[in-house]
């Protein structure tokens, strides 16, 4: 069972990786926000692509589910922590981290 200290303390372990406020929720973004966590602990919404959004959903439905709007058919995915193990946890933040990072940008001439 996974709780709100180890997704805070996993995510800081990642290279660049920030904490802030985020509305009523905590942040944690390198070049992008890529999972804020709910004030009282219980869920995070990861960003993921919507091909690994219906991935999760589809294999651990008790745990993942979309986002119930705009921001979920973006990706945007809720995970009730208690119903992920910490390896669980760490691969999705691991995978949203890997979204988040910055991309070199093209040149213009590209």
Request: proline share 5%; aromatic share 8%.
């Amino acid at each position: 069972m996974a709780t709100s200290a180890d997704l805070r303390r996993i995510a800081l372990s990642l290279s660049g990786t920030t904490e802030a406020p985020h509305f009523d929720r905590a942040a944690f973004k390198v070049a992008r926000i890529y999972v804020t966590l709910a004030a009282d602990g219980k869920t995070a919404n990861f960003k993921f692509t919507p091909d690994e959004q219906e991935l999760k959903c589809l294999t651990a439905p008790e745990a993942f589910a979309p986002v119930p709007n705009a921001w979920g058919k973006q990706g945007w995915t809720t995970a009730t922590l208690a119903k992920l193990t910490s390896g669980e946890l760490k691969s999705a933040l691991e995978t949203a981290w890997r979204h988040a990072l910055s991309k070199p940008r093209k040149s213009k001439r590209d």
